[in-house]
Structures are given as C-alpha cells and as structure tokens.
C-alpha cells in the first residue's frame, strides 16, 4: 500500500510517499515560495537514490504546487508512481482540530466543513492545511483523503489542566482553552519511547520535549497527553526561534495603552520578533552556539533563558505526573545539541534525572539513544522523530479499521 503525506502551510507543501509494506520513504520533497515571484520544487526519489532534483520557476498557488509534486511523483523517468491510482490513500497534516477531532478521520464534506469552521482558531495554518485537502481531492481520485490533527494527541488533557482561569463563557461560547500542538511528534516519540522500554504505551510516563523551530513540551501519562505548554495557540510555553512562549498577558495591555503599539503589531512581535531572535539577533540555535564560543554575551543569555525555561517545564511536569519513565528530547534542537540538554539536565538529580556526559556528548547514534547516567532514576533519551511516518501510519490504522 502506498501512501502520500501531504503537509500543507501557508506558502509550502512538503510531501512524502511511503510504501507502507516496508514502510520505506519512496519520493520526498517540498515546493516552496507558493505565490511569490521566485518558487522551486526539490523532489528526491528516494527509490533511485539519485540526487535531489531542484526545478526554479513560478508557482502562483496550492493547485500549481500540487500539481508539480503530481508530475513529479509521475514522472516516466524519475517518478516512482505510473498512476495516481497507485495511490491508496493521502494522510493530510491539519494544525487544528478544536475539540472536535481526537483521532485520525476519513475526510468528507461535513469534516471538510468543520476544518473550514476552526479556521478562526488557525489563522495562518488551517486555510492552507484545507486547500492542500481539496486539491489532493482532484488530483488523487481514487485515494481515501484522511486528516491527522496536531491538536489530536492532546484531547485526553483534563479539564483543570485544559482550562484558562477565566470566565466561563469564554470557554462557552468562544472556546477559549488549551489546545496544545505538536501532537504527532509527541505520540510518535512516545511510542517509540514504550517500544525501547519496553513497557505498555498504557503504563508509560514520560516527558517528552520536542525542541524545533516551535517548541513545546508535554506530560504523558499511560501514554496519554495530560498536559502540555503549548495553549490556545501555539505561541505560550518554551521559548522559540522567534516565538515569546510564555510572557505576562498584562504586557500586551501595557503595549497597546502607554505605547499605542496596534494589535497586529503586537502580535506580529510575538510570534516572529521574540524568542532567541530578540534577544540575541539570532533564531537559529546553531548560530547562538557558535556566538557563545566567542563570548557572545547576547547570545549567552539566550541560551541560558531558553534552557532555564524548558528546566522549569521538566520540575513541573514531574510533579504533575508524580512517576516519570523517561524524559524525551526529540526534533532539531533536542536531537542535535548537547549543549542544550546540558543545561537543562544540570541540578536535576535530585529530581531523578542524572545524564551522563559523555554519552551526552557523543548523542544520537540511532532512533534511540539513552544519555542517562547509571543509577539515574529516570532515563534519558534521545528519539528521532518523524512526523510523516506518524502521519502514514495513522492514515493506514484509518484505512485497516
Ligand atoms: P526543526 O524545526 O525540528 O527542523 O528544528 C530546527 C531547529 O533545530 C533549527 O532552527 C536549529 O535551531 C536547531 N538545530 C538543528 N541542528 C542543530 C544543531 N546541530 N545544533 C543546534 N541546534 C540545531
């Protein structure tokens, strides 16, 4: 059986093709720059092994962009498909799914609807996510169309943990409570997390840190989100490239009165202005590194706020599940520096978590890599995460139900 992951944001579409007997990556790629002057498509088959192919042009919008990755995945020489046919079913990434969706679901009309309704609650990302579903509707035919929510894994949060300290009717009527985010990531790395331990899913407790571009962190308990930092959207929490995470609301009124700074402004300058990128320069944080070898006092600060700040996110998180198995650190900066985990590991040993430097330093060595020292309590591990699989594989439970 084959299957097409379609992740679809505002401006890109990324994409991969899996054969779901061996589970391998047949083709991947990801079009980007939609509706600017200057575009690209860069498609892999994977199956070749050949070089990526980087084709330059215009792509004026999602149909165009889909349409490429169609041809591409077709194509009589570097194609891996000989008719859309071949393939059974397109797993589609969608950021919300409000409190409506807490697993993986068959599109139709009505779902279709229903995504179009939350778009108020993701404004940058459901459109997108939508238009990406009905073009991949015309393009693949035959294919059965499934969502899988990032908001999903979160649903089984309690209500004392889910909901905001504020007046009731909000939650009502507006439906104002914490969502959460990076779903996928969180129970793919959980059950990857179970498998190495050995245990039940249902019996396992974890943290699980997911530190990319976005950042977030949750509290799984019998392999059930309980809690995470991410909220009503996906802006609270850790701090980010360029995202705040979490600040004093009264701020954002102390802006908008004393300083006549407009909402969007405001808005603008948490969600891309702030995080490692104000205060250092920099929201890349290989590039902190490197400043911080040269004694970067900015990019030092950095650093140490962006530690420090997922630390207190482990100590609450412990207590809020009382027996943790295993702390997670997974996506582009938890796979890839040491240096982070580090300091997040540093005086928590009296929590349970003792990582072993070397073992630390020498980091990931697979999908899974332990970094714990030994006799630490709680283990610590390294997992790869892998979104797309995650993805195919619940569009395949979907299917095989
Ligand atoms: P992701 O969103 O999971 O692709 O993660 C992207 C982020 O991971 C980048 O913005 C970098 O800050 C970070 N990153 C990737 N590789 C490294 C590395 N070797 N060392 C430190 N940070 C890294």
């Not at 949750?218 to 995470?228: F, L």
């Not at 959207?233 to 009165?257: E, Q, Y």
């Not at 040269?294 to 207590?319: C, H, P, Q, V």
């Amino acid at each position: 059986m084959k299957i097409l992951v379609i992740n679809a944001g505002s401006s890109s579409i990324k994409y991969q093709l899996f054969n779901m007997d061996d589970r391998s990556v047949l083709a991947a790629g990801v079009v980007e720059r939609i509706g600017e002057e200057k575009g690209q498509i860069k498609h892999e088959n994977k199956l070749a092994g050949t070089a990526p192919i980087v084709n330059r042009l215009a792509i004026p919008d999602h149909q165009a962009g889909l349409n490429m990755v169609a041809q591409s995945l077709l194509d009589a020489e570097k194609g891996v498909i000989s008719t859309p046919n071949e393939i059974t079913a397109v797993g589609h990434r969608v950021v919300h799914g409000g409190e409506k969706f807490s697993a993986p679901t068959v599109i139709n009309e009505e779902v279709l609807s229903v995504i179009d309704s939350l778009s108020s609650l993701a404004p940058l990302h459901n459109p997108a996510n939508l238009t990406g579903i009905q073009v991949a509707m015309k393009l693949f035919p035959h294919a059965t169309q499934v969502a899988i929510f990032d908001t999903a894994f979160h649903q089984s949060i309690p209500d004392y943990a889910y909901r905001y300290a504020i007046p009731n009717e909000l939650y009502e009527k507006h439906h104002i409570r914490v969502y959460g985010f990076h779903g996928t990531s969180h129970l793919f790395v959980s059950k990857v997390a179970a498998e190495y331990l050995d245990k039940p899913l249902e019996e396992t407790n974890l943290i699980t840190a997911h530190l990319g571009n976005g950042a977030s962190i949750t509290a799984v308990s019998g392999g059930k989100s309980v809690d995470t930092s991410m909220g009503f959207s996906p802006l609270p929490g850790l701090m980010m490239g360029t995202r705040s995470g979490d600040i004093d609301p009264a701020i954002v009124f102390h802006l908008a009165k004393d300083h006549g700074m407009e909402i969007s402004e405001i808005d603008k300058l948490l969600n891309k202005k702030s995080g490692l990128l104000g205060i250092s320069g920099d929201n890349d944080l290989r590039d902190i590194e490197e400043r911080m070898a040269k004694n970067d006092e900015a990019a030092r600060l950095a650093f140490e706020m962006y530690s420090y700040r997922i630390k207190k996110y482990i100590g609450a998180y412990t207590a809020a599940l009382g027996r943790v198995d295993a702390l997670v650190f997974t996506a582009g900066v938890g796979e890839n520096s040491d240096r982070v985990r580090h300091q997040v590991c540093q005086g928590l040993a009296s929590l349970g978590y003792t990582l072993d430097p070397v073992k630390n330093s020498q980091g990931k060595k697979g999908e899974v890599s332990e970094i714990h020292a030994e006799g630490s309590r709680i283990k610590i591990l390294i997992i790869s995460t892998n979104e797309e699989l995650e993805i195919a594989l619940q569009s395949e439970a979907v299917l095989l139900a």
